[in-house]
């Protein structure tokens, strides 16, 4: 596969090398695009019936879906010529006297495992952690390539089946999912921002819209132990929130299930949707069980919408504390919205990893973990994510009953919730070499099909990537405006020519860490990584 991937990567990267190198382009590099193999037929090659099925609802919400994918941006566009995002006027949605009411079978979400759904033995470690909840990831912790998206979707339908198992060969021995877990297991699919090639002929389809209806088309109802659960990623707006809401109709339907038989939960990770929560929520009333702030993707939104304005520019990422002012008063919107309408609301991934072979790191990580979950904890939040099974009993400790659905705290109606990172944390230039060395090492990665790696203790997935780029393009464009320090506190200047050498520095680092035979994809990994941040490219791919 590694083969595959890479050529697909360096035959796309060359046809548009130059058009997006120059930045003038009507081509970015765009790996939002998943295309299966050229001899693919899908009306041969997926399952049987699939091709008609999802015809239908490709019919029905194409046309919905381009008019969102404009708007989204539309609204960025405008964001960055003044005009930024701000809560919607009074409405039915945020007015009116209206609740939810939460399933028995979702009542205690106090930890979320997470983790690529392409690899087995990931799932079925998590499925065996004993925490409350399981989200399978089809998204950004997978690299969104042909082969992982089918073999994580396969895997993702045997494990809410109960059926997925790997075979551990250090003990020679098959080790499947213990069958008496009653672990709530969730499935993220794309998001309406990536696009799917070659499943109807001569036009793209939604990415999101692919991936619900393969899960829902061939699960065996008879095998769950809950309701079908899916989590939705990457949202921008409350009207987005009717297009889930309408396809999780047509499938009820489609499929002969009752109205209500699915349900969801969705991440507020964009900046848009933080003034439209509670209107998002009304829109999906009928399957809507919970939130979850989705913080590091949500900084990058943060960033990507306040992009022209130099007070934005952040500090090294690591410097910026859990408690931060812009997380931790839309942590307590979230609550106050989600417990006012009867749902959960979950908290975010800590990105420091355990290690139990490194002691220090191993401590430092757990005692970072147990300090952010009691935060979360203590503004009222139900549960959290985390990533590895280490995690998980810590996590729950911090929480002091199923969950807290009976907090309710006096909140300003209309927080402020772009206050900028004044006063905190540092910008150094030390801190651009980590972002440009992060970044190859992610798309290093991708090229090699995976979709999160292990950096530094850090768990590093596409919103790590996509914050990091962002701060390297600010430094530059507010290179003026905003210092940056070296190590003897002098004043670095972010220009691109800067970036380039440190990506040339940064890049001979990693090779002379790297085997020889690894060296190919780093380097392109280089190539494109600049190329990304030069060209203006920083949705989430």
Not at 385 to 411: C, M, S, Y
Request: charged share 30%.
């Amino acid at each position: 596969m590694f083969n595959s991937v890479l050529e697909t990567f360096v035959r796309y990267f060359e046809q548009r090398k130059e058009t997006f190198m120059t930045v003038k382009t009507e081509f970015k590099f765009d790996e939002r695009i998943n295309h299966p193999p050229m001899e693919f037929d899908a009306r041969v090659d997926l399952p049987e019936g699939f091709f008609d099925f999802y015809e239908k609802l490709h019919q029905e919400f194409a046309e919905l879906w381009r008019a969102l994918r404009e708007q989204r941006r539309r609204t960025l566009a405008m964001a960055h010529q003044g005009q930024l995002p701000d809560y919607l006027p009074p409405s039915e949605a945020t007015e009116s006297d209206w609740k939810i009411e939460l399933p028995e079978y979702v009542q205690d979400q106090r930890n979320q495992m997470t983790g690529p759904a392409d690899d087995a033995e990931i799932v079925v470690k998590m499925l065996n952690s004993g925490a409350p909840g399981v989200m399978i990831d089809l998204e950004d912790a997978m690299a969104n390539y042909w082969d992982n998206l089918e073999r994580g979707i396969k895997n993702a339908i045997s494990a809410l089946h109960g059926e997925l198992c790997y075979y551990d060969f250090k003990r020679d021995v098959k080790v499947p999912i213990y069958s008496n877990q009653k672990t709530v297991t969730i499935i993220r699919v794309r998001g309406l921002h990536i696009s799917q090639a070659g499943i109807i002929p001569n036009e793209l389809t939604p990415a999101s819209l692919y991936d619900t209806a393969r899960i829902a088309f061939e699960v065996d109802r008879k095998k769950l132990s809950h309701n079908l659960t899916f989590y939705i990623p990457k949202s921008e707006s409350s009207e987005e929130a009717i297009f889930w809401r309408d396809l999780f109709a047509r499938i009820e339907e489609m499929m002969g299930w009752e109205k209500g038989y699915i349900k969801c939960f969705a991440l507020i990770e964009s900046h848009p949707i933080a003034y439209q929560m509670e209107e998002f929520i009304y829109n999906l009333r009928d399957y809507i069980v919970g939130l979850n702030l989705g913080r590091w993707d949500y900084m990058a939104s943060l960033i990507h919408f306040n992009f022209e304005n130099p007070e934005w520019v952040l500090p090294d990422r690591n410097t910026i504390p859990h408690d931060v002012p812009f997380f931790q008063n839309l942590r307590e919107l979230m609550v106050e919205i989600c417990h006012k309408r009867g749902i959960l609301a979950i908290g975010g991934m800590t990105a420091l990893f355990p290690n139990r072979q490194n002691p220090d790191l191993n401590a430092r990580a757990l005692k970072v973990l147990e300090e952010d979950k009691r935060n979360e904890a203590s503004i009222g939040m139900d549960g959290a994510w985390t990533g590895h099974p280490d995690q998980n009993e810590i996590a729950v400790k911090q929480f002091p009953a199923p969950n807290q659905l009976h907090v309710r705290k006096p909140t300003v109606r209309n927080p402020e919730l772009r206050i900028p990172p004044k006063n905190l944390g540092q910008r150094t230039l030390e801190g651009t070499r980590a972002a440009v060395r992060t970044v190859i090492r992610y798309r290093n990665g991708v090229l090699n099909g995976k979709g999160a790696s292990l950096i530094d203790g850090y768990m590093e997935d596409l919103a790590t990537d996509r914050i990091y780029r962002l701060m390297i393009a600010q430094r530059i464009k507010h290179r003026d405006k905003v210092e940056i320090l070296d190590e003897k506190q002098n004043l670095v200047v972010h220009t691109p020519q800067l970036i380039s050498r440190i990506f040339d520095e940064e890049l001979e680092r990693l090779l002379s860490e790297t085997p020889s035979h690894a060296h190919e994809t780093l380097k392109k990994a280089r190539e494109i990584s600049e190329a990304m941040i030069k060209s203006g490219e920083f949705d989430p791919i």
